[in-house]
């Protein structure tokens, strides 16, 4: 970045070199601020992927909960599923969904009432 030819061999006027130094000063200074955003860039991508990774192995953990219900690896509470749902099939297809859907509505809202 020399604004001289090399045949003045450096010389030159001392605001050339302050010009010069400042000019090196400030591409340093980019430089750095450049590497800053992106080392920040990298290590918002690395925790969003570890709260991505951590969501997903919570998943993970549902849906072999759920394989193992439909499985019968564990046949109590394989049965426990099925007892449910058999009584869910029976309230929904005996009750009214808008008797149940009030029920529930009822029931969220009693809740403060019920807790001493």
Known sequence: RM??????????????????????????????????????????LRDTLGRTQRRMHRWNMVLLKMRSLYAWQE??????????????????????FRLLFAAFVIFLFARPLRDP
């Open 3 to 44: 604004l001289f030819p090399n045949g003045l061999g450096g010389a030159g006027p001392a605001w050339l070199r302050a010009v010069q130094e400042q000019e090196e000063d400030t591409a340093v200074g980019h430089m750095a601020s450049t590497l800053d955003q992106l080392l920040d860039r990298f290590r918002r």
């Open 75 to 96: 046949p109590s509470r394989t049965r426990m599923l099925i007892a449910g749902n058999l009584f869910f099939v029976l309230l929904f297809s005996v009750v009214p």
